[in-house]
C-alpha cells in the first residue's frame, strides 16, 4: 500500500492530511478531521500510522467525543463479547512492544530487589520492624536532624542565614557522611522510604499507559494496524474480533475503510504498477460501501 495513494485518498473525503509535522510529540494524531503525522516517523511506519489515525476518524463517526471518553467496543464490534477485548489487547502488544511496559516492568522488579534488601538490613538492629507500622526508634531520632527532609525528598538544599548566604546540601547517597552519628538501620530506612517513592511512581507510569493503551478507540486502531503489518499473526491472535470485524466491513459499518482494505487487497493482488493505483482523485475507481451503492466516494 502506498502512502502517497493514502493521502490522496483522506484528502478526498476532506480531510486535512499532514505527513511534516511535530504531531504533538507523537508519532500521529487525528483530530477534528485532521490527521498529522511526525516528520521523524521511519518511512516502515508512515503506512501504518495513517492507517491508525484513520481507524480513529472511522471510529469519531460512529461515535462522539471519542478523545474524551475513549469509546466503547460495544460500538465498534456492534458485540460487547469480553474475548474481544482480551484479543484485541493481544494485538496491541504485537503492534506496539511499548505497550508491554517490559523496562518499567524490570525496572519496578529491580526497586523491589533493592526494598527487600533494604528492609533486612533495618531488621538486622530491629527484627520487628515493620514497614507498615510506625518505626518508633527512627521517629524518636529523626525529628532533631536535619536529615528528616530526606524522608520527602532525595535531595535538599537548606539556606540560612540572615541574608541566605549559608546553604547545605543533603542527598540520600551521603547520608553516612553528613549524619555520621546515623545508626545504619537509619540510613537504610530513610533509602527504603526512597525506593518506596520510587516504586509507586514506576507504579503510576506504567497504570497510565496501560489505562491508554486499553482505551477502546486505542485497541481498535491498533488492530486495524496489525491487520495491515501481519494479517495472518493478527488473525490468530484475535479470531473472534477478525471474524465479526470483516463481517461488519463487509457490511459497511466502517464506512471508508472498507475501501482502504480493498485497496491493500489490490495492491497485494495485482503486479502491475499502473493498476495498482485505483485512489485517483476523481474517485472513480474506488469501491463504494454496500451501504452507499449509488454514491462516488
Known sequence: MDEKDLVKYFRSLGLEVHTSTKARGHQGFFMKNRIDISKNVPPNRIVPTLLHEFAHYIHSKLEKDINKSG????????NNNPVIREELIKVTHFVDENSLCIRLLEHRARVKERIK??????????PKFLRSKKFKEFDKYIRRSKARYLLKYDRVKLISGFFGTREEVFTIDNLEKDFPDMQQAFCAYIRLRSAIRKQTRISARINKYKKYYERPTELFA?????LYLD???TQALAPTACRIFYELLDAGHYMELQNVFRLQSENARDPRPELRNPCLPDGLRLYPCKQHKNRIL
Open 71 to 78: 469509546g466503547t467496543l460495544e460500538i465498534l464490534f456492534l
Open 222 to 226: 491498533r488492530f486495524v494496524e496489525g
Open 231 to 233: 494479517k495472518e499473526w
Open 117 to 126: 534488601a533494604l528492609e533486612k538490613v533495618i531488621k538486622e538492629d530491629y
